[in-house]
């Protein structure tokens, strides 16, 4: 949150080109999320939240477990600020030599995880829900589709490499749809393979398993045709020697210990999670997922656009341009952040019973994932800042903060969890999660001022104050708009509900930039006219 006067020269450039690329990365991480939820709609219609779907929840996260490490996390901040400067330093041809040794490297590297996670899948069931060894049905059902989404990390991990070539470049829409096309694969193999899965003596919820396996190639395939036409033309290269593959390793390492650390996290919840019975996996994912939509479809963008730009500012030394960037970005994200978090924590109930309850997911499901919810949302803005945070330090070369921060943000998260679960049972590891997120970015956010000899003075407090308070009068006018909606449509319903909570939503979004530009919140204007820009070019 470094402090940059709104009205410099230096932050309306940098702050119009990070809200226009996070728009464009925002319309289409949007249509990746709704058709997320969607998955998660037809997985909770199909399979409910309970033997099934915390199986299939346990061996999605096995692979996941390394994601971060060789995808979205480690990987991406490490190759695209180095990609950038390559590009900046030695021209196109030099970077997608690069690009291609990277894309080897994890040929190698993950191809042989690949070859791990299949002959390994019950000792890794066994590392993550140890508990399920006491429902046989359970644990082996893990395993086999533990193994049957083996090669799903090299796909994404692909994909992740994919993406940050054509970020880097300047192309944001494609890379951030193409997390669709796994959803779609998901959805379609639910629908139209679960009817048939015990005709070949497996259990329903497989589908989900070959879907998710399909879809991850996919998002890598459908990428490949935007990075041609970039220019990047793929060769069997790989020269760990090559500077720039030094630098990309150097920022990995303390990285990937840093993510690796954070995995911690993951194996302890899961554990503790398998231990309360059938249903607490579940309710702690879908829970989870719903809290991510916002994270995706605000904080992520927001992330993707600022590390190009601010690795391109601190690629170029115009630290002063970076210091804005991130401001700005910060900024941005509470603006989209904080409603998100007061409509969550207001109508839990009302969405997860909206998109959920049908079909296997029962009523006391319903309740049971909304308490989860509601801990996870106080955390929304934490979460969405540490994505743009982390980054930031990547592009500085400066990778020890970020790893620091993990670690001590690790111990701290373990040893909530086993203060909490006690008075809480697993309620305790959403709550912990959440205060273990704002510890993260209260760290990160003092490093970095200290890095830039920035400082948090009395205009950025009364900033986030004005957001803070949109947002409250937001939630008020929304719930009122929701109560009212109840004269119109009385009968209780699907569709009665959708239509109560829809406007409120629509009076909720138009109040909050209403509000922001009311008490002057410089980044609303910026909202405002991209939103407008977009209504133009739909009509």
């Given at each position: ?13 940098g ?5 226009q690329a996070?728009g ?5 991480t ?65 970077a ?60 994404v ?21 193409a ?28 589908s ?39 630098q990309?390793v ?35 994912n ?74 296997e ?6 309740v ?7 801990l ?21 070369e ?35 999660t ?28 009364r ?5 803070g ?13 929701f ?18 909570l ?6 909720g ?31």
């Open positions: 949150m470094p402090t940059i006067d709104p009205q410099s020269d230096q932050t309306p450039e702050k119009k080109s990070v809200v996070a464009a990365v925002s319309l289409a949007m249509i990746s999320r709704i058709l997320g939820v969607a998955r998660e709609m037809v997985m909770a219609r199909y399979f409910g939240a309970g033997l099934a779907a915390d199986a299939f929840n346990v061996a999605y996260r096995i692979p996941n477990l390394f994601r971060d490490l060789f995808a979205e996390g480690a990987l991406s901040s490490a190759f695209v600020p180095t990609f950038i400067r390559e590009m900046t330093r030695h021209g196109k041809a030099r997608w030599l690069l690009a291609s040794m990277v894309i080897n490297m994890l040929l190698v590297l993950l191809g042989g995880l690949t070859l791990l996670f299949y002959f390994g899948a019950r000792w890794f069931v066994y590392l993550l829900a140890s508990g399920f060894a006491e429902i046989p049905n359970k644990f082996d059902l893990t395993a086999q589709m533990t193994q049957i989404m083996s090669p799903f990390l090299l796909c991990a692909l994909a992740a490499a994919t993406m940050g070539l054509l970020n880097a470049c300047g192309s944001f829409f494609v890379p951030a749809l997390p669709s096309v796994f959803n779609v694969a998901c959805i379609l193999a639910a629908v139209l393979l679960s009817p048939y899965m015990e005709a070949f003596g497996l259990n329903p919820v497989v989900m398993a070959i879907g998710a396996a399909l879809g991850g190639a996919l998002q890598f395939l459908v990428q490949i045709p935007s990075a041609h036409a970039a220019g990047f033309r793929f060769r069997f290269v790989l020269d760990i020697s090559d500077p720039g593959m030094r990309i150097k920022l990995m390492l303390p990285a990937v210990l840093g993510l690796a650390a954070m995995q911690i996290n993951v194996t302890v919840d899961s554990q503790i999670a398998s231990r309360f019975g059938n249903g607490p996996v579940s309710w702690l879908y829970a989870f997922r719903l809290m991510q939509l916002p994270i995706g479809l605000f904080g992520v963008a927001i992330a993707t656009a600022t590390l190009a730009s601010v690795s391109h500012h601190a690629a170029q030394g115009a630290l002063l341009k970076l210091k804005g960037t991130i401001a700005s970005s910060l900024r941005l994200a509470a603006c989209l952040t904080f409603p998100s978090t007061v409509g969550l924590i207001i109508f839990r109930k009302e969405i997860i019973r909206l998109l959920y309850e049908r079909g997911f029962l009523p006391a499901d319903t049971e994932t909304s308490r989860v919810l509601l996870y949302a106080l955390a929304l803005f934490a979460y969405s800042a540490v994505k743009i945070l982390v980054p930031t330090f990547y592009a500085l400066d990778t020890r903060t970020p790893v620091r921060a993990s670690l001590i943000t690790v111990v701290f998260k373990v040893a909530l969890n086993f203060i909490l679960i006690m008075p809480l049972g697993y309620l305790g590891l959403a709550l912990s959440a205060m273990a997120s704002w510890m993260n970015f209260g760290m990160l956010l003092r490093q970095l001022l200290k890095r830039t000899d920035g400082k948090i003075d009395r205009f950025e407090l900033v986030y104050g004005k957001i308070l949109s947002a409250g009068l937001m939630g008020c006018l929304a719930w009122v708009t109560q009212a909606g109840a004269s119109l449509w009385p009968t209780p319903g699907f569709w009665s509900l959708a239509a109560r829809g406007a409120a939503i629509i009076v979004a138009a109040s909050t930039l209403i509000f922001l530009r009311l008490f002057g919140v410089h980044e609303a204007r910026e909202l405002t006219a991209l939103l407008t820009r977009r209504i133009r070019r739909a009509a």
